[in-house]
């Protein structure tokens, strides 16, 4: 553990010192980023003004959720998701071999090299809305903070999974370079109070596809419309995680290397 600890110390030095090189483009990614992020929020904004509404939440608890999706990917693109553009890079170039032949897990050396610190500039716009929308709820118990960690470390595991089905992915289907569009299309939905939806389509974003344990779940718990019953999200998540991991060993063992 410790040496994975120090592996990425490492690498986040190298990064942040590649970045500094040109301050002036991180500084623009970053700002990029961040005004990305708050498109959809900013959307919500002008629903709430317009007397328009989601039913049975007002406008602070709806950010909230779009704050918490924020967050989660805040966290998790710039550790996880730099992997996926790595492994479509690396295995169209021939240059993912290199990481085979490193004195550590491919895995681990996959998320160590896609590490991007552009990335936390999510973070920083998630931080920001995460505030603004606990400014204007009632202060939630300690209770509620700690279901609320629990359930947000199983968010992350869960967008950690998804970089794993989608990276893996790419073993086989090289060409498949738009697969952060499928990424988009699908979590859109965990952005928006699952309740908005038909139950079917809760069933679906729950249970199948657990896009609504990133946002919506743990906005529940913090909110206290939730108690520890939710925390079954934990076991989905680490079930989720796990499969995650079987598909891109699985796939990775089927990698035929830059001569196949």
């Not at 999974?161 to 989608?166: C, E, M, N, T």
């Not at 079987?246 to 089927?254: A, C, F, T």
């Amino acid at each position: 553990m410790r040496g994975v600890i120090y592996c990425f110390g490492a690498v986040m030095r190298t990064k942040l010192a590649e970045q500094m090189a040109y301050r002036s483009h991180f500084v623009l990614s970053v700002l990029l980023l961040i005004a990305g992020d708050l498109v959809v929020p900013l959307v919500t904004l002008l629903v709430y003004n317009s007397g328009a509404s989601f039913p049975g939440w007002t406008m602070h608890e709806a950010l909230l959720i779009q704050g918490i999706f924020a967050l989660a990917k805040g966290v998790a693109f710039p550790f996880f998701f730099g992997m996926v553009g790595t492994t479509l890079g690396q295995v169209r170039e021939g240059t993912f071999d290199l990481l085979l032949l490193r004195p550590r897990p491919v895995m681990l050396m996959a998320m160590l090299t896609g590490f991007d610190p552009d990335d936390f500039g999510r973070l920083l716009s998630g931080a920001v809305l995460f505030g603004f929308a606990l400014s204007g709820l009632s202060a939630p118990s300690g209770e509620e903070w700690i279901r609320f960690t629990l359930l947000f470390a199983a968010s992350i595991a869960i967008l950690c999974a998804v970089s794993l089905f989608l990276s893996g992915m790419l073993f086989r289907w090289v060409g498949s370079s738009r697969v952060f569009d499928i990424f988009d299309a699908l979590t859109s939905f965990g952005m928006y109070p699952g309740t908005i939806y038909a139950k079917s389509l809760q069933n679906l974003f729950t249970y199948v596809l657990p896009i609504g344990l990133i946002a919506y779940v743990p906005a529940s718990a913090l909110l206290g419309r939730s108690g520890w019953g939710t925390l079954w999200a934990l076991a989905s998540a680490a079930v989720f995680l796990t499969l995650g991991a079987v598909y891109w060993n699985r796939m990775l063992k089927g990698y035929t290397s830059a001569g196949g």
